[in-house]
Every structure is written in C-alpha cells, then in structure tokens.
Nanobody, 127 residues
Framework: QVQLVESGGGLVQAGGSLRLSCAAS????????MGWFRQAPGKERESVAA????????YYADSVKGRFTCSRDNAKNTMYLQMNSLKPEDTAVYFC????????????????????WGQGTQVTVSS
C-alpha cells in the first residue's frame, strides 16, 4: 500500500492557475501508475488525468486537455497537476490515486483500478 497526500488546492478566479501535488510514501513510487480524479458537488467522481510509471504516457480528459498538465518526479515521489485557464466548472475536490504497475506505457482512467487514494484537496474557481 502507498500513502498519498494531495496539496495545493485553494480558491482562484476564473482564468487563474493552481498546481496540485500528490506526495507518495510507503512504497517505491516508480512502481505505480498514477491518476488524478475530481468530484464536484452532486456529481460522480471523474478521471482528469492519468500517467504511467515514468511519465511518458499521459491521458487527459477532453474537458481539461490543453489547460492541465500532469507530470511526475519519481526522485521526489511526487505527481503534479498544473492547472491553467481555470473555469468555474473545474471546481471540485481533486484526488490522486495509485495503482501498482510493472513498467510499460499503461495508465488507468477508471477509478476501480486504483486501490490507493489520497484524502483530496478542494479547488474552487470563482467567476
């Protein structure tokens, strides 16, 4: 099991930027594919981005493509989500998740693949 802690959320005006971090501990971070999910009030949790073990394969939801950038630094045991041109509809609790993987280009966009989750960080975008 890997422990995950998100940080970097907050209140920002539309058009602004935030960078979320997901710090991992407990296992070798490079053994894990990672994902970012979000859940807005009254809505189901949805995939935002996913990244394979070394960062050379990345998925983005259509709603964030071109605005969000997912990356990871395995030496720092941390994954990031740079969020630019934020919109009010990006308001949600953002979660990071980890799934053990064994190399290759695989990333995972469905939450049921992920056994390990962080507690979430609130992002609020005002209009």
């Amino acid at each position: 099991q890997v422990q995950l802690v998100e940080s970097g959320g907050g209140l920002v005006q539309a058009g602004g930027s935030l960078r979320l971090s997901c710090a991992a501990s407990g296992r070798t971070f490079s053994m894990y594919a990672m994902g970012w999910f979000r859940q807005a009030p009254g809505k189901e949790r949805e995939s935002v981005a996913a990244i394979n073990w070394n960062g050379d394969s990345i998925y983005y939801a259509d709603s964030v493509k071109g605005r969000f950038t997912c990356s990871r630094d395995n030496a720092k045991n941390t994954m990031y989500l740079q969020m630019n041109s934020l919109k009010p509809e990006d308001t949600a609790v953002y979660f990071c998740a980890a799934k053990q993987s064994f190399g290759g280009h695989s990333y995972y966009t469905q939450e049921y693949y992920y056994p390990d989750w962080g507690q979430g960080t609130q992002v609020t975008v005002s209009s």
